[in-house]
């Protein structure tokens, strides 16, 4: 396939981006810089030097691709209104080029707080305020019928080296206490980055349209065991202390999340060690 990419250069992106060159499909990847143009070159995917709102720069690369995978996001005050662009530069796409297979990316914190009732695939959606957004675009393309559109729900994201989890490594590799959003029944639904990666790649191959994946390796996992794992790897003996304003709104969210109808449909299992089990780089 040729899979037109944004967000390719980005901690999850540049996962995806291997895992679907590997897989021999062509990846032309959208860059904001030439930095970013330079990293997707390295992986072997073609840079397309544009922002996400520079529609008319990058409109007939997303006609051209059989498949486009939607990751960028600015993290910025006009995030919804930076991403309602791209949708709308998407939409005009797909009044002449009809058909097209769409990865949107959503996220668990969608879910809002749901650690006494465990969100599957098909659960009603209590967003972040901030994240709101994303449920209405969700919405908006899975109501357009030029597109055959599924969006991907990740987990918190990480791997040895941090991801969600680098303010903790941070912590372990100064040798202080590990400062926590919270301690008591705080639960993380988790996924390795290359798990995650390979996720994407098979759900823009299936051939299917308004479904959510599930991209969870690990459903609920307490962070005191997270920490406790950490500290111990990192010779701390220290206890962890609460510390909120080091962290996101969405890392205090206490959850669990499955994931079966996701492994089901897409033959999707993860390979990676359980975060308890795996040993970080902490020099």
Known sequence: MKIFVTGG??????????????ADHQVIGLARSERSAEKLRAFGAVPRIAGMTETDKWQDAAADADGIIHMAATFDE??????????????AVTRTHPDK??????GVWLYGTCADTPAAEGSGFKPLDEFAFMVAHRDRLFANPDLRASVVHPGLVWDEDGGMINPLLEDAKKGRALRLPATENLRWPLVHRDD???LYRLAIEKDDNQSDYHAIAEAAVPMS??????????????????????????AHLSQHIHSEQ???ALGWQPNHPGILETQFQLA
């Not at 297979?101 to 959503?106: C, E, Q």
Request: net charge negative.
């Open 78 to 91: 006009n995030m919804a209104e930076a991403e309602s662009t791209f949708l709308s530069g998407i939409e």
């Open 196 to 198: 995650l990666a390979r």
């Open 9 to 22: 250069s980005g901690y999850v992106g540049s996962a995806v981006v291997k895992e679907l060159i590997a």
């Open 225 to 250: 065991e997270i920490a406790s794992t950490i500290s111990r790897q990192a010779g701390i003996s220290t206890d962890p202390v609460v510390d909120r304003t080091h962290w996101s709104d969405g």
């Open 262 to 264: 996701t492994r089901e």
């Open 101 to 106: 297979r769409f990865l949107y990316t959503g």
